[in-house]
């Protein structure tokens, strides 16, 4: 009876060790996966700052189809690098490298709300076919931001035609 005096106090020590391990192990691997969530959700987000930078372009463009006597790629005409917003009519704007604001009507854009590290700008891109006739613009818009210590980019790309011409 004696030599099993003290098995019982082991057994409980050992119990304890493998329990706390497994709580360990699973604070951290919920740890990991709330910081995950942070950066998946930056790269949904910048996605769809990606694809607003397209239609803002698109609609643009829609726009000067739509105008009387005005040319198809009026304002794309020669490339460059522009920043647009939501509520954009033009591409006037040179990308200045500003980071986009969150306002309080939930629009992302460069005037006013609470600072985000994304940064979008719009890059034109005009191109010639072989009788040196712009018929198709190439659109790319590109969102950067830091968050956890990474650095991302998201590009998206679209081509726009004169379809009138065709």
Excluded: C
Excluded at 83 to 88: A, C, F, P
Excluded at 124 to 130: I, K, N
Excluded at 138 to 161: C, K, M, P, Y
């Amino acid at each position: 009876m004696k030599k099993r005096s003290g098995q019982f106090l082991v057994e409980l020590l050992v119990a304890l060790g493998i329990l706390t391990t497994g709580f360990m192990a699973m604070l951290g691997l919920l740890s990991r996966s709330i910081g995950l969530s942070r950066v998946v959700s930056d790269d949904y987000v910048a996605t769809y700052l990606a694809s607003e930078g397209i239609e803002v372009a698109k609609n643009i463009l829609d726009a000067n189809t739509l105008q009387e006597g005005r040319a198809w790629n009026a304002g794309f005409a020669s490339a460059g690098v522009y920043e647009v917003s939501y509520d954009s009519r033009e591409l006037s704007v040179p990308d200045s490298g500003k980071t986009l604001n969150f306002d309080e009507a939930q629009h992302y854009s460069y005037y006013a709300g609470t600072p985000t590290p994304f940064r979008r700008k719009v890059v034109v891109t005009p191109v010639e076919d072989v009788n040196g006739k712009i018929d198709e613009i190439q659109i790319n818009s590109i969102i950067d931001w830091s968050s956890r210590g990474r650095t991302a980019q998201v590009n998206l790309e679209a081509h726009f035609f004169n379809w009138q011409s065709r």
